[in-house]
């Protein structure tokens, strides 16, 4: 009985905090009260209060519970039992279709970034940040190594991955290119295939299809 009362309100937070992710990225956190999440949920302020304390609190859960899925996305790739072109090719999958299969919490997280407000926040996205550029790099290096990827400077190209692709689906950019579900999909598998062909000389040779 227990279990089913845990799991129970385990998923009437994740409710809670999918509902106020979404107004956190249309309207600001500024512009965002409880009572705006409460109607949109329609429960009464008190719940949400409840569960999570403040506004803040409850902004900072929803970081903490997306980042710690990016961080353990990351544990699991870097267990993966698999050369580093394959490697990074599964991950840039992985990274891509994440962000373009979810752009509410991306644009949050950009809004974030541009603000600069909340340092916890900061500080929890900063950690998940340096994961991915620390994976990247070891990966990336090892190619290099292995002679599977062309002698590229490592550090930019995994500055560009982490910057440049969150980009195009956020934010301004994605505004401009108006990107519907099939031209993410396209933008997405030629992103995967031009980095791929940066880095490996083989396939500079032969072109690719991804299904991202």
Known sequence: MTE???HSL???KQIFLKAAESLFAQHGFDGTSIRMIAKALDVNSAMISYYFGSKESLYLQIFRNRLVAI???IKRFENLD???SKKLEAYLISYIGRISSDPIFHQ???NQLATRQHPEVISLVTEARIEIFSFLLKVIKSGIKTEQFNPIDEEILALN???FIPSVFTGNLSSLLHLDKQMKQDISARMIGHIMSMV???IRQS??????
């Open 71 to 73: 961080t353990d996305e």
């Open 161 to 163: 991955i982490l910057s």
């Open 4 to 6: 089913q009362i845990n």
């Open 207 to 212: 072109k690719t299809t991804y299904d991202v």
């Open 200 to 202: 490996s000389p083989v």
């Open 108 to 110: 949050l997280l950009y």
């Open 10 to 12: 385990k998923n009437r």
């Open 82 to 84: 698999l050369d580093p």
